[in-house]
């Protein structure tokens, strides 16, 4: 076997959540490939402890001591020998250890953008699916994968769409490979259709019952605000050099097409495929080479149509905000991002209603003033202040 044949290890951070098991999946078809190094999770004890008995990696991490110690005890039980860590530094190093080839980044939210940087510094192949990580930080993060040679691959589906679109080397501005736009589809939600008098009343469960995907609920609820589509305009922007007016948001219902690059010659060029991650994912395990993703092969007959529309930037205000955001530059994006982790989790505890969350992130925007974002205590400082200007406005008489 070659050296880039040779068994890539890969660290899985939050593996226990919908894209870390899909991820495992992928691996477990190809155990010439891959050998899984480290799996992490934040409190799913019982859960990490199937995947490393199904697994075998060489460590495991759990956000709190106690946890940790229930997971050693039973993996000696087991008979396993598998280091156990606890806390947040654990999460840095496993994803930047010597040992490490590959880094799935599939933490979700701000908490992923420690340990996703660390990857990134030690110079790893990154697949990137916690687009809140590039959110808050991407200036700093892309600077962060030049300078430190790391291949940053785009997990997130139109992202991955979009890669597959493009030349190989596409950065330094679309315009000089002849792309004059990005078409990012987003598939309208749940609530696709729906007028703002409706929303007031939605519940978490019908937030988080995407049509097309089966995700975590943090994301599901984006989708369904149109803050996912918003916080994927600035991952593009970030991923592909482009500016916030390069990128359209098509509304596409099936999810078929993942997302499209448009030509000066008048070309479109779109990656199709059914809904299941397991593509993009095997995509960025095997690049440049593809492999078996385990997805059933798309039937053209059955799915019949491909219907396009504008997004209702009235109904769901989270996608504008986004642009203005991106535009604002500087911290105004992690400000975006910490607000909405904020409320989103309030919406789904029941203290906060679906038009609510445009309403706290709108408002903490036009509050907080954004600052140049160059150093990562800057982000983290944008990052804080968000989250506690959030939870002021909830707890307002
Ligand atoms: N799901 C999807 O199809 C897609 C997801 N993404 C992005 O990928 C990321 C993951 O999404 P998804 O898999 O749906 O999310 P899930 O909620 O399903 O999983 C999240 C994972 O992160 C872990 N985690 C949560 N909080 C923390 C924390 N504070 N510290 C350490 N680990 C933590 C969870 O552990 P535990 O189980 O213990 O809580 C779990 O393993 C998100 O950024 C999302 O936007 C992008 C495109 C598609
Ligand atoms: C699978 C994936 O990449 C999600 O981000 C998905 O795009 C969510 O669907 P929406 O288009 O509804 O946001
Ligand atoms: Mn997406």
Redo the contacts with the bound molecule.
């Keep these: 076997m070659s050296d880039s044949r040779r068994q890539q290890r890969v660290t899985v951070?939050?593996?226990?959540?919908?894209?870390?098991?899909?991820t495992l999946d992928v691996i477990a078809r190809h155990p010439e490939r891959y050998r899984v190094h480290a799996l992490?999770?934040?409190?799913?004890?019982e859960?990490?402890l199937a995947q490393c008995q199904r697994h075998r990696p060489s460590l495991a991490?759990?956000?709190d001591e106690r946890d940790a110690a229930w997971l050693r005890e039973r993996l000696l039980q087991a008979g396993l020998a598998i280091e156990v860590r606890a806390g947040?530094q654990a999460?840095s190093e496993v994803a930047s250890d010597v040992e490490v080839d590959v880094v799935m980044?599939?933490?979700?939210?701000a908490?992923?953008l420690l340990?996703t940087l660390a990857a990134v510094r030690a110079g790893k192949r990154v697949l990137l699916?916690?687009?809140?990580?590039l959110v808050m930080s991407g200036a700093l993060f892309m600077d962060a994968v030049s300078r430190h040679g790391a291949t940053l691959l785009p997990?997130?589906?139109e992202h991955n769409a979009i890669y597959q679109c493009l030349p190989p080397e596409h950065r330094g501005g679309l315009a000089r490979h002849g792309v004059t736009q990005l078409l990012l589809t987003a598939s309208g939600g749940p609530f696709r259709g729906w007028s703002r008098e409706r929303l007031a009343a939605v519940t978490p469960a019908q937030a988080c019952a995407h049509p097309n995907?089966?995700?975590?609920?943090?994301?599901?609820v984006?989708s369904a605000t149109l803050m996912?589509k918003g916080?994927e305009l600035i991952e593009a922007c970030w991923l592909f050099d482009a500016r916030p007016e390069q990128v359209q948001v098509v509304v596409h219902p099936q999810s078929v097409i993942h997302s499209m690059a448009a030509y000066s010659d008048g070309s479109v060029l779109a990656q199709l495929g059914n809904p299941d991650?397991r593509t993009?994912i095997a995509y960025g395990l095997a690049w440049p080479e593809r492999i078996d993703a385990g997805v059933e092969a798309l039937d053209l007959f059955q799915i019949a149509r491909l219907d396009f529309e504008a997004p209702d930037e009235t109904a769901f205000p989270c996608l504008r905000l986004a642009r203005e955001a991106m535009r604002a530059g500087g911290t105004a994006p992690a400000i975006l991002n910490g607000a909405n982790e904020v409320a989103v989790d309030a919406f789904l505890a029941g203290r906060l209603s679906f038009p609510g969350i445009g309403e706290l992130v709108g408002e903490i925007l036009a509050t907080l003033p954004a600052e140049r974002g160059d150093d990562l205590e800057t982000v983290l400082g944008a990052d804080a202040r968000a989250r506690q200007a959030a939870h002021t406005w909830l707890n307002r008489g």
């Design positions: 951070l939050g593996a226990t959540g919908s894209i870390g098991t899909s992490t999770a934040h409190r799913s004890r859960a990490l991490v759990l956000d947040q999460l980044a599939a933490i979700v939210g908490a992923g340990p699916a916690n687009k809140e990580a997990i997130d589906s995907w089966s995700m975590g609920r943090k994301i599901s984006d996912n916080l991650m993009p």
